[in-house]
């Protein structure tokens, strides 16, 4: 009888890659689709394409500090914003356009502001931290806003320019080149994600999620975790405030602003947190919706976006994604 246990328990074991790895084909595939039924729904408005996978890319970072870390922050603009500036810099100040060089200084600005801000912000706990993140971002917006001879300031960051990738594909008035550059980036760092949540790394930062007493108790240090999540948040925004720099040509202080973050947020518990899928289903929903009933309806957009808010956080509380792939899998096991 334990033999036959053990040899069922093995060969479970055994298929946990096998079906992980079918997920991650299944989502690589769906972030494909889905972004080329939005080419042949919006061909005239790939600029809100390529903006909605810059934000996805925020919204992703703060799902692996909020969702898989249970860091409460409403600061993470901030991350975003640096990685913008980096590139935006190094192109306005320094005329390096190279658009993989600009996405690496924002992978490294991201990276940087998230060591900052992890520092101070993993310093406290539950409400305290969110006072901290909302002086962080204010600290940030206010410093750009007086470095204006690096950033522009108020105006804005101008003077961007980005260089055909690998010298042939150059970024058109159309925006073909930058969507197709923005879905490259985002499936990359998409795989690279997956592959982070499910690492023991990844499952360490959940454990302190549930239970950082335990965790300290079996010698690691939860502290240390966070910050190299953090870290790794930071770079992931960065990316996508490199992205926005580069198809935009131009960075504003809203970057940095605190509205972009409350509204990640805002998209990350709509979708569901603790889930890639989640982060990018609510990041799309999300902006779409704000998109559509904002040109439908000018005066009362906001009142549509805050009901459909407040349905999902009534009707569906882990999120449009997280509820649905829970009631799928309730189906499954009911059926077994």
Avoid at 224 to 250: E, P, R
Wanted: glycine share 12%; hydrophobic share 55%; proline share 3%.
């Amino acid at each position: 009888m334990a033999i036959v246990m053990d040899t069922e328990a093995a060969l479970s074991t055994s298929a946990r890659p096998r079906r992980s790895f079918g997920r991650d084909v299944a989502g690589v595939a769906t972030i494909i689709l889905v972004a080329v039924i939005g080419y042949l729904l919006f061909p005239d408005n790939l600029a809100l394409l390529t903006r909605i996978v810059a934000v996805a890319l925020l919204v992703l970072s703060l799902d692996l500090v909020t969702g898989y870390c249970g860091v409460a922050t409403l600061g993470h603009a901030a991350l975003f914003g640096s990685g913008a500036y980096a590139a935006g810099i190094l192109s306005a100040h320094y005329g390096i356009n190279d658009p993989l060089l600009m996405t690496l200084a924002g992978v490294v600005g991201g990276a940087a502001a998230g060591l900052v801000s992890g520092a101070i912000i993993l310093r406290g706990h539950g409400l305290p931290q969110l006072v901290l993140s909302i002086a962080l971002i204010n600290l940030f917006h206010e410093f750009a806003n007086k470095a204006s001879s690096w950033t522009g300031g108020s105006d804005g960051l101008s003077g961007i320019s980005a260089d055909p990738i690998f010298g042939y594909f150059e970024f058109d008035l159309y925006g073909h080149t930058a969507y197709v550059f923005a879905l490259i980036l985002l499936l990359i760092v998409f795989v690279i994600l997956r592959l982070l949540v499910r690492s023991p790394f990844g499952m360490l930062c959940r454990g302190i999620k549930e239970d950082p007493i335990r965790i300290r108790a079996m010698g690691a240090s939860p502290k240390a975790a966070l910050m190299k999540m953090y870290v790794i948040s930071g770079a992931v925004a960065g990316v996508g405030g490199a992205l926005n720099a580069i198809t935009t040509q131009v960075v504003g202080l809203d970057s940095l602003s605190f509205t972009l973050s409350a509204e990640s947020l805002v998209m990350l518990v709509l979708g569901g947190t603790g889930s890639l899928f989640g982060a990018l289903s609510g990041t799309v929903i999300f902006m779409l919706f704000e998109d559509y009933v904002s040109a439908a309806n000018p005066f009362h957009w906001l009142t549509m976006v805050g009901a459909l808010l407040i349905g999902v956080v009534l009707f569906a509380p882990k999120g449009l994604y997280g509820s649905t792939a829970g009631f799928f899998r309730r189906k499954r096991e009911s059926g077994r």
